[in-house]
Structure formats: C-alpha cells, structure tokens
C-alpha cells in the first residue's frame, strides 16, 4: 500500500512562514514528479508547485518568489516552503505524486490526505 503523508500545516499570521512535508511510504522504488495542491473554501484544487524526479520545478504565479518546493529523494520526502504567507495562501494543501513505482508496480496520482494552512490575523 502506496501512502503519502502530509505534516507542517497550521495557523499563521500574514507574513510568516510555514514548511509543509510530505513523505511517501510503501517499498518504492522510485517517484516521478511531486506536486503540491490547494484549494480553498468554494474554490477548485489548483496546482501550487511541482518537482519532477530530476529537480525540475514550476509554480503557480501568485506563489512565484515566496515559496520554494524541494524533495529528497533518498527520503521520498518533497517539501514546501512557504514565506511571506498571504490570507489568500488560506487552503487546504494537498501532496501529489503522478507516479510511483513499487515492489508492486506502479500506482498512478497518489494522493496525500490535506494538511490544512491558515494566514490571518
């Protein structure tokens, strides 16, 4: 069973920063790209960051500057780091892997269970 778990979500005030963790578990081989999702109250999950097996990366334009997305792969551990949080980052985020290879074969779109992040003040 191919699991991602996502941890580093919370409270915090406009301006601060958090660091979002997800870690992939289950015999792997090996992961394609890593991504990272959100979605806000009444609004479609959108894409925030993506970093494939190779280190490339690409982000959403609003998030451009302020957040950097990274992975380790001997950990199968990708991470976001937020900065410079606005009330508008408030959604829940979600990890995503495209595609995972296992002693079983490969699972395709993983998904992590949400951590939930909040800007306010």
């Known amino acids: 069973q191919v699991q991602l778990v996502e941890s580093g979500g919370g409270l915090v005030q406009p301006g601060e920063s958090l660091r979002l963790s997800c870690a992939a578990s289950g015999n792997i081989f090996s992961i394609n790209t890593m991504g990272w999702y959100r979605q806000a109250p009444g609004k479609q999950r959108e894409l925030v960051a993506a970093?494939?097996?190779?280190?490339?990366?690409n982000y959403l334009d609003s998030v451009k500057g302020r957040f950097t997305i990274s992975r380790d792969n001997a950990k199968n551990t990708v991470y976001l780091q937020m900065n410079s949080l606005k009330p508008e980052d408030t959604a829940v985020y979600y990890c995503?892997?495209?595609?995972?290879?296992?002693?079983?074969?490969?699972?395709?779109?993983?998904w992590g269970q949400g951590t939930l992040v909040t800007v306010s003040s």
């Open positions: 995503n892997a495209d595609r995972i290879l296992t002693r079983r074969g490969w699972y395709d779109e993983v």
């Open positions: 970093i494939t097996n190779g280190g490339s990366t």
